[in-house]
């Protein structure tokens, strides 16, 4: 009944290789958008926007950064975190540097210098693969968190180590600083996520997209069949870069204000994007929205339902989330390799089917 | 992912329902799990227990009563962001925020001075925030790290005899925020004094320093002062004895000094050293009052084991000041429901005497001061106390010890002035 291609028809190439060729799932998708952009601005407060609009925002972009590399270029990494710190770090020193350029493109720049650290750090994935690679960029997590721990320049000589976000405007409106609206910060980053979002869906629909799946699927065949393993590799890396560069900056800057890297972006936070990434679906950008927000909401849920609803102590409940959320995470490796992303998949199909299953 | 967020969204909305109206609300930003919890859980369970004798003894402060609703942070930044989201808005709006966490610190002085909490950080935090022109928001009395810096120097030349010419001291610090603070401080002494200062930095959490105290062993520093938190007081104190390092030459700051820190190292950690800014012990009767209407009628918080430790005083008198500052908010308001704003009056107001102390039970527990808007920062002093293995106890080894508040001073006006440069703020004391 939903999902049906039928008497949706399609008159150009064009609306036939569109990213949702359903017209049902077009609309949603619309819907979605329309929801995102014109009624939760309205409604946001500090609360929600603080604990879970924008950390999930972020996360998704990140998640989406670590699932191109991951899920399409089949190269596992450790780094998120140390990469997301560079994104940080950038950001703040082109912040402080030229306070008169938009903060929009800070970001983007900011993104762009993760891009060219994630190539370096991606140079060892074209002679080494699996989980040798996965110490290499352990390497990186490590290295670059003590690089930003010990040189003074990237935090301006500050007595206490920490990097504080200083006030910065979009056309007119704070979107930095402690002074930040919620809508502000929660549109911000929407506009973000959008545009990684789209951007990453047709990267990975495209040749280069494809390239990455052929080096993923068996990197010898890819090869003899012509794509270059070189600029598959490290192309690889700098887009996924690049997304977990901009997630970092958007991190410190809007979400929390103030850094310190040790405990911000410490190697945590690569297990916890790389979990949003296997629990929501390799391969999938829709896959990354519902990791970001499955282990972004999950703990809040918990903690609501735990600490607010039933009255148990807080400690037992903070242990309850770790026996929870790691439970959950064994489960879904046997019960769905394929993550979030494929349950989303099966449903799909049963709708289409719905309601006469054959 | 839509449908998630609705529900998420029904969920929640669903249980955000408060306390009633008239409660003075002071949240608990507390961390009973994670490497921390070991020093997370005295304080916690010593600042929820004072309030609870309040409210059975007294009914709470002026006839209104606390209510002092908890979350956990685990130490962690974003969490505590999470905490102080979720609490700010309980009841009539949070009173005062005293988060126990000079990473939460950092994250929290922007956003109280934009909304408008009091936040109060004794012992920690960003020191400079005793300059209260500039951080009308945030008070770190009755001491701060500087002073610790300085107060452990000063204890230190007097063993010497007057001079620390040619000695060499290390300083083991956890690689954050928090550790970092005293070394601006310690290097200006260094020069000033002529000792050499060794910086040694321990990573989050803490669990492995065998390297740095293999350092240690190898230059074999004539003093070590340490600035640790959680599991990483256990580890050093533990790796001090292993090495043999003579005990009675290594001081913690004020949080390195808990029975949980010292404990695991048995007899080893016998000689031990650390900064106290109030007495210990359980010899006052404010004890007797948490133990007639707290313990005995099974109110205690968390498991009630921690009643008389150093880090459950500590916060039992956080608690005290926090309580103290309301009575004097409400005396200048004139009515019982405070505002943070009202608190915050409060709070610069307060003045603590030797005989409002005695009042309170709590008679020689803390230095008598006053609180300005020049000085958020109190008078600066501490204690030495000393470990005994034997007896499994703490006790002060020195009197109040004062710090250079001369060179404090300077430092903190150039750190304010950075900070109100970088945030555009006109300092002022109106």
Redesign the interface.
């Known amino acids: 009944m939903f999902y049906r291609e039928a008497g949706d028809f399609k008159t150009s190439y064009g609306a036939d290789n569109q990213t949702f060729p359903i017209k049902f799932d077009r609309y949603r998708y619309y819907a979605v958008l329309a929801i995102a952009y014109l009624v939760i601005p309205f409604i946001i407060n500090d609360y929600w926007a603080n604990a879970l609009f924008v950390p999930f925002l972020i996360y998704a972009i990140a998640a989406i950064g670590l699932n191109i590399l991951v899920g399409y270029g089949g190269q596992v990494s450790l780094g998120t975190g140390g990469f997301m710190a560079v994104g940080a770090y950038a950001a703040y020193k082109l912040m402080t540097a030229f306070p008169d350029v938009s903060i929009m493109i800070h970001v983007i720049l900011a993104g762009g210098v993760t891009a060219i650290v994630g190539v370096l750090f991606g140079l060892p994935s074209l002679r080494i693969k699996g989980f040798y690679l996965a110490v290499a960029t352990l390497a990186a997590q490590f290295f670059l968190v003590w690089l930003f721990n010990k040189v003074p320049w990237f935090y301006n000589y500050s007595a206490s180590g920490q990097i504080n976000a200083p006030e910065r405007t979009v056309f007119g409106v704070l979107v930095t600083g402690p002074n930040t609206e919620a809508w502000a910060k929660y549109l911000i980053c929407l506009v973000f996520v959008t545009a990684a979002g789209i951007i990453a869906r047709n990267l990975t629909r495209g040749s280069v997209g494809r390239k990455w799946m052929a080096i993923r699927d068996m990197d010898i065949a890819a090869e003899i069949i012509g794509v270059n393993p070189l600029t598959a590799k490290l192309s690889a890396f700098a887009v996924s870069s690049f997304f977990i560069g901009v997630s970092g900056a958007l991190f410190f800057a809007v979400y929390l204000g103030a850094v310190e890297v040790g405990e911000a972006f410490g190697i945590n936070k690569s297990f916890l994007v790389l979990f949003m990434v296997i629990i929501g679906g390799l391969g999938s950008i829709f896959g990354s929205f519902a990791g970001a927000a499955f282990l972004v909401l999950l703990p809040v849920a918990l903690k609501i339902i735990g600490v607010d609803v039933l009255g148990w102590p807080t400690d037992i409940v903070s242990h309850l989330q770790l026996v929870i959320v790691g439970a959950l995470i064994v489960i879904f490796l046997i019960a769905e390799p394929h993550g979030l992303a494929q349950l989303w998949r099966v449903a799909k199909e049963k709708l289409r089917l719905w309601p006469f299953p054959y | ?2 449908m ?2 609705i529900a ?2 029904a ?2 909305s669903a ?2 329902a408060g306390p009633a109206m008239a409660d003075l609300v002071f949240p608990s930003l ?1 961390y ?2 994670g490497p921390y ?1 070991a020093n997370g ?1 005295p304080f916690a369970d010593g600042y929820m227990d004072y309030f609870t004798m309040l409210n059975e003894r007294d009914g709470g402060i002026g006839g209104v009563r606390i209510d002092v609703p ?3 942070t ?1 130490y ?3 969490k505590g ?2 905490c102080y ?2 609490t ?2 309980i009841g009539a709006g949070a009173l005062i925020y005293q988060p126990l966490s ?2 939460i610190t ?2 929290l ?3 109280v ?3 408008g909490i009091p936040l109060h950080t004794m012992g920690y935090g ?1 020191t400079s925030a005793m300059d209260g022109a500039t951080f009308p928001w945030v008070f770190n009395y009755p001491a701060n790290y500087w002073d610790g810096a300085s107060i452990a120097m000063n204890h230190i030349i007097d063993l010497e005899g007057g001079s620390l010419e040619g000695k060499s001291i290390a300083l083991v610090y956890h ?3 928090y550790g ?2 005293p ?2 401080t310690l290097q200006e002494l260094s020069a000033q004094m002529g000792f050499k200062l060794t910086e040694i ?1 321990v ?2 959490p803490g669990q492995e320093q065998k390297s740095q105290w293999l350092q240690i062993r190898r230059e074999r520093p004539d003093y070590v002062v340490m600035w640790g938190w959680g599991v990483m007081n256990q580890v050093a104190i533990q790796e001090a004895s292993n090495i043999n390092f003579p005990m009675d030459h290594f001081i913690g700051v004020w949080w390195s000094g808990s029975e949980n820190d010292v404990i695991p190292a048995g007899a080893g950690a016998d000689g031990y050293k650390a900064l106290n800014m109030h007495a210990i012990g359980t010899d006052f009767p404010v004890y007797d009052d948490i133990q007639a209407h707290v313990v005995d009628k099974g109110l205690a918080a ?1 498991a009630g084991d921690q009643i008389g430790s150093v880090l459950y005083s500590r916060g039992v008198y956080a608690a005290m000041l926090a309580a103290e500052a309301a009575r004097t908010a409400q005396e200048i308001a004139g009515h019982g429901d405070i505002t943070a704003a009202e608190m915050r009056a409060g709070m610069e107001a307060l003045s603590i005497t030797d005989a409002r102390m005695e009042e309170l039970g709590m008679a020689g527990f803390g230095p008598a001061f006053d609180v300005s808007c020049q000085n958020h920062g109190g008078p600066g002093l501490a204690y030495i106390q000393q470990w005994d293995a034997d007896t499994q106890t703490w006790s002060l080894v020195t009197d109040l010890i004062a710090s250079d508040r001369e060179l404090i001073g300077k430092l903190v006006e150039e ?1 304010a002035a950075a900070y109100a440069a ?3 703020i006109t300092p002022a004391c109106n």
Do not use: F
Request: glycine letters at 6%; a negative charge.
């Open positions: 992912m839509k998630k967020k998420a969204l969920l929640t249980l955000v507390s009973r799990t919890a859980i908890e979350c956990e685990g962690n930044t974003e962001v999470e989201e979720s700010k808005d000079t990473g950092y994250q002085i922007p956003k001075s934009a909304d960003r690689n954050s925020a970092k603070e070394i601006r930095p990573d989050h968390g750190d970088e945030n555009n």
